[in-house]
């Protein structure tokens, strides 16, 4: 069975996301942006324990990080995320 951790916030083209991460085990790691029936991915990163980065949406819209532990054991996740102004 998978646990996720989701942490959704609005974002405009005017606007960049970065994150920062890192846990005591493998994650997935994914940018999630869900429209209408369709889920998009514009970032993602599988099986990874740290990472970090930048995304700048092309459309205002709800954005979400989400975080999938498929391994059996718990796994402890630090982040940091933050929403600054594009260049």
Do not use: H
């Amino acid at each position: 069975s998978s646990a996720a951790r989701k942490e959704c916030l609005n974002l405009s083209p005017q606007q960049r996301l970065q994150y920062w991460y890192r846990a005591d085990g493998p994650v997935n790691f994914a940018v999630q942006l869900v429209q209408g029936k369709e889920t998009l991915y514009p970032v993602k990163k599988d099986q990874s324990a740290i990472g970090s980065g930048g995304f700048q949406p092309k459309a205002a819209d709800t954005y979400c990080l989400v975080w999938t532990n498929l391994g059996r054991q718990p796994v402890t996740l630090t982040m940091e995320f933050g929403r600054l102004a594009a260049n």
